[in-house]
């Protein structure tokens, strides 16, 4: 069974940290893209940052130069560093997967990814 667990989410005052992390099982996501998501209250579900297999990457605007996507192939992980966090922050963030390859490879979307983890809780206070 294929899972994707996040942790790593908290409560945290406006300008702080946080460092989310994904865990894979059951198969590995070496080849494939990966990505954190977000979602508010009363709101969509939106991108947030990308990697792809060779480590290229990419950030919606909003948190270009504050969040930083990574990957560990080798321990087959998903991080995403979250410095000077902002009260519009606050969402809870997914992890996702990629399983399979795409002719429409758009890492923006939802429905590019296979996989999601169950999410983690950021609160960010003013």
Not at 12 to 18: E, F, R
Not at 76 to 93: G, I, R
């Amino acid at each position: 069974q294929v899972q994707l667990v996040e942790s790593g989410g908290g409560l945290v005052q406006a300008g702080g940290s946080l460092r989310l992390s994904c865990a894979a099982s059951g198969r590995t996501f070496n080849n494939y893209p990966m990505g954190w998501f977000r979602q508010a209250p009363g709101k969509e579900r939106e991108f947030v940052a990308a990697i792809r297999p060779n480590h290229v990457t990419y950030y919606t605007d909003s948190v270009k130069g504050r969040f930083t996507i990574s990957r560990d192939n080798a321990k087959n992980t998903l991080s995403l560093q979250m410095n000077s966090l902002k009260p519009e922050d606050t969402a809870v963030y997914y992890c996702a997967a990629q399983g399979r390859s795409r002719s429409n490879n758009n890492l923006f979307l939802l429905s590019t990814y296979d996989y999601w983890g169950q999410g983690t809780q950021v609160t960010v206070s003013s």
